[in-house]
């Protein structure tokens, strides 16, 4: 017979497989960042000895790569902004509000979310290059709007509808309007949603790579991935993997500690709007 | 009626004296009141429906009538001077099919395609068994989930150029495996190495996905099955599998389209114009990137239509309900 040992140790087997799985690559990334250059071929499990130089050439001014920085956030955090401002009010209407048609209109903001980048890409980028919009912010923002709003909005109806009917109801018994019900007493309340929402739609907006590589060709207007994937070398191997695991580390450390903290709530979130 | 605005059948419930009104002015006080509702609701959807129609419809609409416009360039003899003729017509369509463009056009389908199959099956088997090996409680539960999102956190261009440099000529995957295999250049291994990382970095996700729906089914399920001496393997394949379905098959559905439309990692992990690895939006976007948006615009509408039977098969034939949970009232 099997005893419930057995079965212990093959689950801490499984779950120890798993993380080695989700985690390796990841650390073989860091692990090779953390070389000499000159060791960049060492396939040692440990950096000896331990090297920053990498990070050094990745923010090596002709990169162009702090710029390239600060340009992903641009992008990211005003597609974030502009996202939600929309998406509270929808996700509410569509939540809790009772009107006809809600069932179409939601399918269709969900809908809206499976069309492929490239199909709404290829028009636009004909209409930004007539008005001058090639190399903008707003020519990388408004396109990463048609897969963060939907998701924003998915996100935010499963959040709003998890809330008790009774707060609105109380709040109408005292003589709110629907529309004060919503300021006063759902919106303070919602705070948490909105927050996880802003994170999803924040991780989804920093990777985004087709339309960034292709409404830019200025390399100070080039967010961080478009950036990292057309890095040359400083040093003498065809290819600088090195400094483009260094940079691959410094772009994706945000999202991992965000993960790290927040991990409850990014997995309620991502729930939340697929499985429910 | 009385008060509740929102919805859900109206409650017995009534202010004292509300029930001396008469049934008229009540019944006008709804309607005034209903009215209201409809005129919030539009005034709150209306920003992201106009969004929406301004960065979804109207590209879709364009991309329809730029796949349908023929250009042609010739030297105006009267001039001399290179002129664009453009008229409407089907022959960025013909074009897809036929020569060389047409050759190109199918393997991309058929990579698109193959990506898709082999790597939403596999995605969808590691998914459910991680799923399975997570769904007992234990310690650490936080950490191993922290664990799990870090794939899906990292994104797509880190991750091909991450298992770019796993899978170079002298990269670990060579070292580990013990060979020499040119992984990044043209060939089935090109097709591999993207299988490979995209399964890597989307597994996890899909197991997280089928976690939560795991998480729903009563113990109480698997207590009756115990007692009626079901073995394990007939467990999950009568009662797990069959109760985890619907969260599966929405969890499968978005990958499978997110498949459909790859671009990031066979673009950077192996590069464009690469026929191994060629997808339909590499394709329309090399042909956009040279300006020729006539037949890009074409490719792009064959992939639109591509992803949409796909999706009308999940929903009608499969059975994932996609919005349904959106649209219920309080349970």
């Not at chain 2, 295999?181 to 899909?206: R, Y």
């Not at chain 2, 115990?226 to 109760?243: C, E, H, K, M, Q």
Request: glycine content about 6%.
């Amino acid at each position: 017979m099997r005893t419930t040992n057995t079965r212990a140790v093959l689950r801490w087997l499984g779950i120890l497989a798993i993380v080695a799985y989700c985690l390796a690559p990841f650390y073989w990334m860091l692990v090779s960042s953390l070389r000499r250059p000159s060791d960049q071929f060492s396939n040692s499990l440990v950096p000896n000895p331990l090297s920053f130089d990498n990070y050094d050439a990745a923010f090596d001014p002709r990169n162009g790569f702090a710029r390239a920085l600060l340009n992903s956030l641009v992008v990211a955090g005003s597609t974030t902004v502009l996202v939600l401002a929309l998406a509270i009010f929808a996700g509410y209407a569509i939540a809790r509000l009772d009107f006809k048609g809600k069932g179409p209109v939601l399918a269709i903001i969900v809908a809206t979310s499976m069309f492929p980048g490239i199909t709404l890409l290829v028009p636009l980028l004909d209409v930004f290059v007539d008005i001058n919009w090639i190399n903008t912010y707003q020519a990388m923002i408004l396109p990463s709007m048609t897969f963060a709003l939907p998701l924003a909005v998915w996100n935010l109806t499963a959040f709003f509808r998890q809330m008790p009917y009774e707060l609105e109801e109380a709040a109408v018994v005292d003589g709110c309007t629907p529309g004060q019900a919503f300021r006063k007493v759902i919106l303070p309340l919602a705070a948490p949603g909105v927050f996880t929402t802003a994170i999803l739609a924040f991780i989804a907006t920093w990777n985004e790579f087709i339309i960034a590589l292709s409404v830019v060709n200025r390399k100070d207007m080039m967010t961080a991935n478009v950036i990292l994937s057309l890095f040359t070398g400083q040093y003498r191997y065809d290819q600088p993997f090195g400094t483009q695991m260094a940079a691959g580390v410094v772009v994706t450390i945000p999202l991992v500690l965000m993960v790290l903290f927040f991990q409850r709530r990014i997995v309620e979130g991502l729930t939340a709007g697929g499985v429910k | 009626m009385s008060a509740p605005t929102q919805t859900r059948p109206p409650a017995p419930r009534r202010r004292p004296g509300q029930a001396r009104e008469g049934a008229h002015r009540q019944a006008a006080g709804a309607r005034r009141r209903r009215a209201g509702i409809v005129r919030l609701a539009a005034l709150l959807l209306s920003p992201t429906l106009l969004a929406l129609a301004l960065v979804v419809g109207y590209p879709v609409l364009a991309a329809l009538r730029l796949s349908l416009t023929v250009t042609d360039e010739g030297i105006n003899p009267e001039t001399g001077l290179i002129e664009r003729s453009s008229e409407l017509g089907t022959q960025n369509y013909s074009d897809v099919f036929k020569g060389d463009t047409g050759d190109r056009f199918v393997n991309a389908l058929w990579n698109t395609t193959t990506f898709t199959l082999a790597t939403g099956a596999l995605v969808t088997i590691i998914g459910v068994v991680m799923a399975l090996i997570m769904s007992r409680a234990f310690r650490g539960r936080g950490l191993v989930r922290a664990a799990v999102l870090v794939p899906w956190a990292i994104p797509t261009v880190i991750s091909a150029l991450l298992w770019k440099w796993v899978f170079s000529t002298d990269g670990i995957a060579n070292d580990i495996l013990n060979t020499k295999i040119l992984w990044t250049t043209e060939g089935f291994q090109a097709w591999l190495a993207v299988v490979i990382a995209d399964t890597w970095k989307t597994a996890p996700f899909i197991g997280l996905l089928v976690l939560a729906g795991l998480q729903l089914i009563p113990a109480e399920v698997y207590e009756a099955a115990r007692v009626d001496g079901s073995s394990a393997w007939r467990t999950f394949w009568r009662i797990t599998l069959p109760l985890v379905k619907p969260a599966l098959v929405v969890a499968v559905l978005f990958r499978v389209l997110d498949l459909l439309r790859m671009f990031d990692l066979p673009f950077v992990l192996v590069g464009p114009r690469k026929n191994s690895v060629e997808t339909l939006s590499i394709l329309a976007w090399d042909e956009m990137s040279n300006l020729r948006f006539g037949p890009a615009a074409a490719y792009a509408m064959v992939l639109f239509v591509y992803i949409a039977v796909v999706a009308y098969v999940f929903v009608r034939v499969l059975g994932a309900d996609i919005i349904g949970r959106g649209v219920q009232g309080r349970k």
